[in-house]
């Protein structure tokens, strides 16, 4: 069994947050100006886009490359800072993801923008959302995908069929007692029913009892999932066709052309 793996960079994507960094963008950077403006849209709905927008940013780092939108996020002159975040989480939107008011995204059309930027900006990458995605096999993609070093996107979905239900997943957080080369000890956080929301995949481990847990950025923070309650809420009360993966697979030179 394998005990654990994460990206090759675990600090991640840490944008400078006051005295501290951020794991990974946030959408609750954006400030609400006015009811129907972008940025309170992006606030409201645009967790999608946060995680579209981090993945991107990991990826063309990865390969040291520069696209015109990660120029408004960080280059060699402007190092990454809140506010350049937000000008490239902003583009993000405005060229791939069209964040709609109420509705954010979905998994499918995340995909679908993605593989809209791999080919625009000649990356070699492909995007699929996992419609087909029981236990094992979504556990598997996760794997394969952090073994080749690519953040994996997650839809925890809404409530099903009651889609104004508050059942959720707990997101635990660690109690930052975490010393070299052990696990950390986990805590339930503030967020105990997280439905309706996209987060970033960036690591598995195995609890010494054998449960699997998953680390993922979101809202600019580091947190924990148990896979276990994952898939339970999976099956009580969301939908596996909203509550699913979108893996991104690298792609060899003959299969883009």
Not at 17 to 32: E, I, L, V
Not at 106 to 132: D, I, K, Q, V
Not at 185 to 209: C, D, K, M, R, W
Request: hydrophobic share 35%; charged share 20%.
């Amino acid at each position: 069994m394998i005990k654990s793996i994460f990206l090759k960079k675990e600090s991640y994507i840490q944008v400078p947050d006051g005295a501290s960094f951020s794991y990974g963008g946030s959408q609750q950077w954006f400030p609400r100006t006015s009811p129907f403006g972008t940025d309170t849209r992006l606030s409201r709905y645009g967790c999608g886009n946060t995680a579209l927008s981090d993945l991107c940013l990991y990826l063309t780092r990865k390969h040291s490359v520069s696209t015109p939108e990660t120029l408004a996020a960080e280059s060699p002159d402007h190092p990454l800072s809140k506010e350049s975040y937000l000008d490239y989480a902003r583009l993000m939107n405005r060229r791939y993801t069209f964040t709609l008011p109420f509705f954010g995204c979905t998994g499918a059309a995340l995909s679908l923008s993605l593989n809209h930027f791999f080919l625009r900006r000649r990356l070699p990458y492909r995007a699929h959302y996992m419609w087909l995605n029981t236990g094992g096999r979504m556990l598997s993609a996760i794997r394969d995908s952090l073994s080749n070093d690519i953040p994996v996107i997650l839809s925890i979905g809404p409530n099903f069929p009651n889609f104004r239900g508050r059942h959720g997943v707990m997101f635990y957080s660690s109690d930052g007692k975490k010393a070299p080369g052990r696990l950390p000890h986990l805590l339930p956080s503030a967020n105990q029913n997280v439905h309706a929301h996209f987060v970033t995949i960036t690591g598995l481990f195995y609890t010494s009892s054998g449960s699997c847990v998953l680390s993922v950025s979101s809202w600019g923070k580091q947190y924990y999932i148990s896979y276990r309650e994952l898939r339970r809420y999976i099956r009580r009360y969301g939908l596996f066709l909203t509550s699913s993966l979108i893996c991104v697979r690298p792609v060899s030179k003959e299969s883009r052309s």
